[in-house]
């Protein structure tokens, strides 16, 4: 293990100030330099499973699904914006996606206005 890192093993005391001036260390590199600090920390490190761990942590934040987040009505308002063949695939990104596809009737009402398939009395509570 390399001699510095050695001196980071200490007592939960004194975790959070080490913790809060490396961030103040890490937010003066460059991008770049960060990139390679953090992998260099993992690298000398961390364990194989700390790896995996880490691997799945980063994914979850580098991920937003903002569609998800969102409460369902306004989801909807955003899907109506969308194209058919958009909506289409925006049902296949995810489950939670394809629910909130699925239930937009409204966005279905309003594509099937547009294409002519509703007629004038089945369409009249629908947004153009």
Do not use: N
């Amino acid at each position: 293990m390399h001699p510095q890192l050695e001196t980071l093993r200490m007592d939960w005391a004194s975790y959070d100030s080490w913790l809060e001036s490396v961030c103040v260390s890490l937010r003066g590199l460059s991008s770049r330099q960060r990139v390679h600090a953090l992998a260099t920390l993992l690298d000398e490190t961390a364990s194989a499973s700390e790896r995996w761990e880490w691997q799945q942590r980063v994914a979850e934040r580098l991920t937003r699904d903002l569609l998800g987040w969102l409460p369902p009505e306004l989801s909807w308002l955003i899907l109506e914006l969308l194209p058919a063949r958009d909506l289409f695939s925006a049902a296949q990104v995810s489950t939670i996606w394809r629910d909130r596809v699925d239930g937009a009737l409204g966005v279905w009402k309003r594509q099937a206005h547009l294409l002519g398939a509703i007629s004038p009395g089945e369409s009249a509570d629908v947004k153009v």
